[in-house]
C-alpha cells in the first residue's frame, strides 16, 4: 500500500512538471499610458469695472525760474482718484482721473511758494497677474502754484505731462491696494524759461463696483 502511494505522488509530480514545461509562452504586460497633461491655464483675474479711491503719498522735485534760479521743492501729497478697467485677458487697460491736495512748497532768499494741486487724467494699461496688476501710465497733468517773490505775489497754473508706474493687488473682489511713481514735467511754466519737474510716490487703496 505505500508503494502505491508513493507512486501516485510521483506520477502526479511529473505531470504537473510537463504541464508547466509545456506553457513556455511568456506572460503578456500591457501597456501603460500615462493620460494626457491639459495645458495649464493662464493666470487671470476679472479686472473689469469702474473704481473709486484715495492715495496718500510725497512728492519733491525743482521749479527752475527764469532768470537762472533753482528752487528744491517736497511735502505731503493726498487724495483721491476714479477710474474704469477693460480687461482682455492678459492685459488690462483704461482711464483714471486723480487729483492731489498737495503742499509742494519752497522758503529760499526771499523766494517762498507751493504747489497747491495737481489733477492728472491718464490711461493706466498693464499685465493681468491674477490677483495683481502690473501698469504702467501715461496722460496730461495740471497745477496750480501761489507763492512770493520779493514783494511780488504770483499766482502760476498751467498743464504738463506726467507718466508712471504701478502695481495693484486685490485683497478681496470689492477692495485693490498699491503703490505708484509718478513723473510730472511742466515747460515754461507760468512764463517762458520757467520749467518744474517732480515725482510722487503714493500709496493706494480703490473699491471696485
Known amino acids: 500500500m505505500k508503494h502505491s502511494v508513493l507512486l501516485s505522488l510521483v506520477l502526479a509530480g511529473g505531470a504537473a512538471t510537463g504541464a ?3 506553457n513556455t509562452e511568456p506572460a503578456t504586460i500591457e501597456p501603460v499610458i500615462a493620460a494626457p ?3 495649464a491655464a493662464p493666470v487671470t483675474g476679472n479686472w473689469e469695472g469702474g473704481y473709486v479711491g484715495g492715495q496718500l503719498g510725497y512728492g519733491f522735485g525743482e521749479f527752475d525760474v527764469t532768470p537762472p534760479n533753482t528752487f528744491d521743492t517736497d ?27 498737495s503742499d509742494l512748497s519752497f522758503n529760499s532768499g526771499g523766494n517762498s511758494g507751493s ?23 501715461a496722460g496730461v497733468a495740471y497745477t496750480n502754484f501761489d507763492g512770493v517773490s520779493g514783494v511780488t505775489n504770483i499766482d502760476f497754473d498751467d498743464p504738463g505731462y506726467v507718466v508712471g508706474v504701478g502695481y495693484d493687488y486685490k485683497v478681496s473682489e470689492d477692495w485693490v491696494v498699491g503703490g505708484e511713481y509718478q513723473y510730472h514735467k511742466f515747460d515754461d511754466f507760468g512764463a517762458a524759461g520757467n520749467d518744474v519737474d517732480f515725482g510722487t510716490v503714493h500709496l493706494r487703496a480703490s473699491y471696485k463696483f
Open 37 to 39: 497633461v491639459a495645458p
Open 20 to 22: 508547466l514545461a509545456g
Open 75 to 101: 511735502g505731503v501729497i493726498g487724495g483721491f482718484h476714479v477710474g474704469y478697467l477693460w480687461d482682455f485677458g492678459d492685459w488690462v487697460v483704461g482711464p483714471e482721473l486723480q487729483y492731489d491736495w
Open 115 to 137: 504747489f497747491d494741486g495737481i489733477a492728472r487724467l491718464k490711461v493706466r494699461g498693464g499685465r493681468d497677474l491674477g490677483d495683481g496688476l502690473l501698469y504702467a501710465s
